[in-house]
């Protein structure tokens, strides 16, 4: 029987592809914001040690003493590793180079593939409420990914609107498969966002209905625009619906967090 007393717990959302450049860190960002805009309470986890979601949120260096690297290990606590962005209910575990030295020090850790899984399952978390927690995966199939889908409910997969776009997908795909036989057999596709979509290259087109036709469901509804704010944002430290709220882009990580909360229940 549910509970009726203790909240609801977080949807976890992995935000993945090994290959780079293709938006995971703008759509982990903007996506959060989103959410973050319609009341939802978001913790992004930054997981990957180039850092970039937490610099685009405006977590300079100086301020990660305590990073995702000490959460998933045990040495930090929930409240510690949590910052409080500049934009109201969304919050940031950062990152920093040191996380990557995790895929060879992790080697000889039996719960390896766990501790994320094990870090975001903490009751201290569970009492902060967040209704999302959103990881930006690195652009490897590395044991941090694999500890990222491991732990999460869902995979958010952004794929660029571009020639190879799907050749990676195939390889993602397997990993997401071997993770559902070997430890997280509940793991959906939250779904396929197309990024920096141009509407007017024929390329673009011919990508989205590549991807429409192999993948039919899986590919959001929403087209994630090629705009410049999206781009310009993360150097001023913030997501695109802060920096030009009237932005196409803005526009269209609205209608994606759109069509994810329409799935709450
Ligand atoms: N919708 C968009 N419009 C314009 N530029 C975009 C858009 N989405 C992403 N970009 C730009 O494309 C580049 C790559 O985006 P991003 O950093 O989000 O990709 P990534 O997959 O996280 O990369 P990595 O694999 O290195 O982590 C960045 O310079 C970003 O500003
Ligand atoms: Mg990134």
């Given at each position: ?12 959302i ?11 860190t703008?759509t982990a960002i ?35 003493e ?14 510690e ?7 109201e209910?969304l ?7 040191d996380l ?14 766990f ?23 690195p ?29 990676g ?17 509940n ?21 989205e209905?590549d ?11 929403t ?21 030009d709220?009237?932005s ?5 990580y ?12």
């Amino acid at each position: 029987m549910p509970d009726l007393i203790s909240p609801r717990p977080a949807k976890i959302i992995a935000v993945a592809n090994q290959k780079g450049g293709v938006g995971k860190t703008t759509t982990a960002i903007n996506l959060s914001a989103a959410l973050a805009e319609i009341g939802r309470r978001v913790l992004l986890v930054d997981l990957d040690p180039q850092g970039n979601a937490s610099t685009g949120l405006g977590i300079g260096p100086e301020q990660r003493e305590v990073t995702t690297y000490d959460f998933i290990l045990g040495d930090a606590k929930a409240k510690e590793a949590i910052h409080e962005t500049d934009v109201e209910n969304l919050f940031i575990i950062p990152a920093t180079t040191d996380l990557s030295s995790a895929d060879i020090e992790l080697i000889s850790n039996e719960k390896r593939s766990f501790l994320l899984y094990d870090a975001l399952r903490d009751p201290a978390l569970a009492q902060l409420e967040f209704d999302y927690i959103l990881i930006d995966c690195p652009p490897s199939l590395s044991i941090l990914t694999v500890n990222a889908l491991v732990s999460a409910h869902s995979v958010v997969v952004p794929l660029q609107s571009e020639f190879f776009a799907l050749e990676g997908l195939s390889q993602l795909m397997l990993t997401i498969r071997e993770v559902r036989e070997a430890a997280n057999p509940n793991l959906r596709i939250e779904g396929i966002a197309l990024t920096m979509h141009d509407r007017r290259n024929k390329l673009s087109h011919q990508v989205e209905a590549d991807a429409r036709n192999t993948l039919g469901e899986l590919v959001f509804k929403t087209l994630i625009p090629r705009n410049v704010r999206v781009s310009e944002a993360p150097s001023f430290a913030m997501p695109v619906l802060d920096y030009d709220s009237g932005s196409t882009g803005s526009a269209a990580y609205r209608a994606l967090a759109q069509e994810i909360t329409a799935r709450e229940r």
